[in-house]
């Protein structure tokens, strides 16, 4: 099946500091999404993106299927962002593949 | 409001012991699916659906079982031939397979 490998591991920031995550995929896809699962475990829809570029608030991502990347930026972080971030993706009719995640620490 | 509920949101099983977990929708949606979450590890599935009366088994399906009677309804059975179930269990639903899934709240089982 497809792999799905997610950079860094883990991540601590200050408050007000800028990342960007990183999401391989080995094979061309029909859906990509961005998650981010809370301290409570709830995994909240960040973007549907399989290819192109999307903003929302201080959050943006960029797919580019032909190079099987997709990023994921977080400017001016919060310590409400803290949690893990989850790529997940789709290509073979059925169901996501998730990497292991991005686990994000923001200090204040 | 429309979403996904699951419930309950922490369940112990005896050994043994069947257990089901319920995850209800009021989305619409034909698809639904169950993963299970490990300690520090992505979700993989365990079984999904795309069709009322309808549905495959995931990667790994073993030592569990699913219906689907109701466009609704999803209940995962957690059976006595899973060795190890202690995990969290996050279901989800989508308009169709390879579009946007949404997840409920999961569920924590734990072994008694």
């Known amino acids: 099946g497809i792999q799905v490998e997610q950079s860094p591991p883990d991540l601590i920031l200050q408050e007000g500091a800028n990342s960007t995550l990183r999401c391989n995929f080995s094979d061309s896809v029909n859906n990509l999404q961005w998650f981010h699962q809370n301290p409570w475990g709830q995994l909240i829809n960040l973007f549907y993106i399989p290819s192109g570029t999307k903003q929302n608030g201080r959050l943006s991502a960029t797919t580019v299927a032909t190079e099987r990347y997709s990023l994921l930026y977080i400017s001016s972080s919060q310590t409400t962002d803290s949690g893990v971030y989850f790529c997940?993706?789709?290509?073979?009719?059925?169901?996501?593949?998730f990497g292991k995640g991005t686990s994000l620490l923001v200090t204040p | 409001d429309g979403g996904i509920t699951q419930s309950p949101k922490y369940l112990f099983r005896k050994e043994g012991q069947n257990v089901t977990l319920s995850c209800e929708q009021n989305l619409n949606h034909d698809a639904m699916y169950w993963y299970r979450q490990d300690p520090g590890q992505g979700l993989r599935l365990i079984y999904y659906?795309?069709?009322?009366?309808?549905?495959q088994k995931g990667d790994i399906a073993e030592g569990y079982s699913v219906s689907r009677e109701k466009k609704e309804s999803f209940p995962l059975t957690v059976t006595s031939a899973q060795k190890n179930p202690t995990a969290f269990y996050l279901c989800?639903?989508?308009?169709?397979?390879?579009?946007?899934?949404?997840f409920g709240d999961g569920t924590r089982l734990s072994i008694l």
């Open positions: 997940a993706v789709e290509n073979s009719g059925y169901a996501l593949n």
């Open positions: 659906s795309q069709i009322v009366n309808d549905f």
């Open positions: 989800a639903s989508g308009r169709q397979v390879n579009q946007p899934q949404h």
